[in-house]
Structure formats: structure tokens, C-alpha cells
């Protein structure tokens, strides 16, 4: 539509024309940037990761696409870093802190956790071809305690139908 505005013979002046185009061309961005940001968390294909393979615990291959329609799968390695989130236009998201139980409460929930300092990768999100284009990882602190941080681009937000759970 931009190019017809200068295009087409008209009695608006020159500037009005501009202020025309620059209106269309930020009403089209701003609509792209609204439909990828709310479709992009929308998961594709969901596939759990058995134990046996994933080191005794339950992980799920989550696949999303981009604006392009470029595929990107997310291995989160232990389901219960997932949990429910408030943001629009999703159910999960990878925690952003986690606080362990003791062992005394839950023995099975208490070894997931690393000796303070240590950093451990949650997930991972990897483009078409195989490559790692983002980590999730935790950095483990006292008592069960750990902070998560994003490496690269992991999608950490998503939105899953219920016809896939």
C-alpha cells in the first residue's frame, strides 16, 4: 500500500504523504511483532523423554516455529522446571528460581539439586538442523536454592493444547 500512496495523483502534499506511509509501514511492524511474539510460544509437537534415555528423569522435547516458520525444539531435561505461568499466550514456562525440598520431605526431588556453585543446563533449544541456538541453566546455591539464566536464545515461555498433553 506504501507505494501507491506516492504512486497515485493526489491532492495531499508531499509530508502528509510521508506521515500516510510511516503510519501504514508502523501499523504492518507492529502487528508482525504482536503475531510472532504471541505465536511464538505455541508448541507444534510434544514429545516426552523417556527416563531410561534422559538419566532416570522424565524430560519433554517441546517443538515451536518462528515467524519464518522455522522449526526450534526445547529438551527440557526435568519436567518440574516447568511450571504455569501468568504471561498471555501461554501455559508453561522454564522456573526462573527453584527451591528444592529437603531431603528429609522429598528424597527423590533433594538429589536433582548440585552443590552450591555448580551450573547445570536444564534445557536446551536447537534450530532445524541440530544446532544448540540457546541453554536454560541453573546455578545451584545452598540449601536446594538455585537462580536460572537464559544462554543464547532458548524459548522459555509455552503454549501447549490440550489435545497434545
Avoid at 31 to 37: D, I, K, N, Q, R
Avoid at 41 to 66: C, F, H, K, Q
Wanted: charged share 20%; glycine share 8%; proline share 6%.
Amino acid at each position: 500500500m506504501t507505494p501507491f500512496i506516492f504512486i497515485v495523483e493526489s491532492s495531499l502534499p508531499l509530508p502528509a504523504r510521508i506521515a500516510l506511509a510511516a503510519t501504514a509501514l508502523s501499523t504492518s511492524s507492529i502487528s508482525t511483532a504482536l503475531v510472532g511474539w504471541a505465536g511464538a510460544s505455541y508448541v507444534v509437537d510434544l514429545r516426552r523423554l523417556a527416563p531410561a534415555d534422559n538419566g532416570n528423569i522424565e524430560g519433554i522435547e517441546m517443538t515451536t516455529l518462528t515467524l519464518t516458520l522455522q522449526r526450534l525444539v526445547t529438551r527440557v531435561y526435568d519436567a518440574d522446571f516447568l511450571v504455569e505461568t501468568k504471561r498471555p499466550f501461554a501455559k508453561w514456562e522454564l522456573v526462573q528460581n527453584v527451591l528444592l525440598p529437603p531431603p528429609k520431605e522429598d528424597a527423590l526431588m533433594a538429589v536433582k539439586g548440585g552443590p552450591p556453585g555448580e551450573e547445570e543446563t536444564i534445557a536446551e533449544t536447537f534450530d532445524a538442523a541440530g544446532k544448540i541456538v540457546g541453554r536454560w541453566i541453573v546455578k545451584w546455591e545452598k540449601d536446594g536454592a538455585g537462580t536460572c539464566r537464559g544462554m543464547g536464545k532458548v524459548v522459555r515461555y509455552f503454549n501447549v493444547h490440550e489435545e497434545l498433553l
